[in-house]
């Protein structure tokens, strides 16, 4: 199955109107049929899809300036991936939930009711549209199911308003055991963010996994990632085991006679020498890191789909890029006590990078 997490149009975002957003999601949307047939596809709702961008006003808003042009359009598009009751909460606020398998619950979350740019959040940034109470309320179902759960969107958890964060990050530290897996997209270059115990900030119990996206962007290469998910039998744990992430390299696509050839740049497991892919597999690779300079700029070029910039990363700018692994909270910067001595923090987030997209 695909997991398809946000911002189908290009990013021209002053040259867009209603009627071209629709074009790009009705285009994209009938391209993914084509070539997936058969294979579902669970979307969730990027920055880019409304206009103006990042402009998602919360359901209790009416008329015109209400989101409902866009997800009614959305849920018509993709009424041959997701059943009824997905469309449903779809159509009201952009979000879902379905079961794609036994034991396995997929939560689609609108992630731009957290979004930082979306001011229509400034009349209320906590919960706007209710989305994390009836998240509470799915996640507290599956664990009397006994299901597991995968959770998607477009912006990490770490990337949005401090207040819908922090709630956020305590909602998956209390459904641990029932939250298998993490996917989001947004920064588009290859990343993670971790998430840990509230108590101590020194346990790590989730991991959040933010592919590169298909999108060039910004001297980037088109990538897509490729994880290998623990499978359906009783009993699965459905926690990501490994994951591959290919790229076209544009340099040698754009060569005279070249052919556009996609590859597989990397596996995870091998080329980070990690155990498994759980949370604190990831913890101990960015401790690693901090010492490990060769192995830092080993996730450095991979960060970066293998096009990094030509200014090196110096101590700062690697450390800031470590913390943003370890900040699955909104400005939070305990989460990097124990990787940052003190006198440095400030340094250090002076160089922290602001989000790509």
Known sequence: ????????????????????????????????????GPVPVY???GNHESTPVNG????????????????????KAWEPWLPAEALHTLRIGGFYALSPSPGLRLISLNMNFCSRENFWLLINSTDPAGQLQW?????????????KVHIIGHIPPGHCLKSWSWNYYRIVARY????????????????FEIFYDEETLSRPLSVAFL???ATTYISLNPGYRV????????????????????????????????TPRWHLLYRALETYGLPNALPAAWNDLVYRMRGDTQLFQTFWFLYHKGHPPSEPCGTPCRLATLCAQLSARSDS?????????????????????????
């Open 211 to 213: 592919a590169p996206s």
């Open 227 to 258: 994880y290998l998910i623990d499978g359906n039998y009783p009993g699965s744990s459905h926690v990501v085991l490994d994951h591959e992430t290919y790229i076209l390299n544009l340099t040698q696509a754009n060569e005279p006679g070249a």
């Open 176 to 191: 641990e055991n029932t939250l298998a897996g993490q996917f989001f997209g947004h920064t588009h270059v290859d990343e």
């Open 56 to 75: 998602f006003p919360p359901p209790f808003i009416e008329g015109n300036q209400s989101s409902r042009w866009l997800y009614e359009a959305m849920a």
């Open 43 to 45: 979307p969730a709702v």
């Open 333 to 357: 910067p305990a989460l990097c006590r124990h990787l940052v001595p003190d006198a440095s923090i400030a340094d250090v987030q002076s160089h922290q990078r602001r989000p790509l997209c």
């Open 1 to 36: 199955m695909v997991y398809w997490t946000g911002d189908i149009p290009a990013h021209n975002v002053w040259h867009q109107s209603r009627q071209d957003q629709l074009q790009a999601l009705t285009t994209v949307t009938a391209l993914v049929k084509k070539y997936l």
């Open 135 to 147: 998240l509470v309320g799915e996640l507290q179902a599956a664990e009397d199911r006994g299901d």
